[in-house]
């Protein structure tokens, strides 16, 4: 079992940054592969990014290629998203999500545990 708390979204300007952070409660965090996924208004959830269990693999989606980054801590059971260049279409919720390894990092399907969101606003 693990528990998921999303913090560090907020209002920024086009063009700013912002880190996103997860927590994760429980012993067993260094085995999850962890994403993150947004839900703008209206719309579906959609895939972020992505690493595996050891850090050694990271995935995105297209239109943030080159802005965000995924990294994890496994000691501090931490997952974060650096997002830089941010637009007025980055803004969403964002959760971040855990699940055992498998082949695919993006299905939103294979993810077991998920947090709560956090809310991030970018201003034209």
């Known amino acids: 079992q693990v528990q998921l708390v999303e913090s560090g979204g907020g209002l920024v300007q086009a063009g700013g940054s912002l880190r996103l952070s997860c927590a994760a409660s429980?012993?067993?965090?260094?085995?999850?592969?962890m994403g993150w996924f947004r839900q703008a208004p209206g719309k579906e959830r959609e895939f972020v990014a992505a690493i595996r269990w050891n850090g050694g693999n990271t995935y995105y989606r297209d239109s943030v290629k080159g802005r965000f980054t995924i990294s994890r801590d496994n000691a501090k059971k931490t997952v974060y998203l650096q997002m830089n260049s941010l637009k007025p279409e980055d803004t969403a919720v964002y959760y971040c999500?855990?699940?055992?390894?498998?082949?695919?990092?993006?299905?939103?399907?294979?993810?077991?545990?998920w947090g709560q969101g956090t809310q991030v606003t970018v201003s034209s």
């Open positions: 429980g012993r067993t965090f260094s085995i999850y592969d």
């Open positions: 999500a855990a699940k055992k390894p498998t082949v695919r990092l993006a299905t939103m399907a294979e993810y077991e545990y």
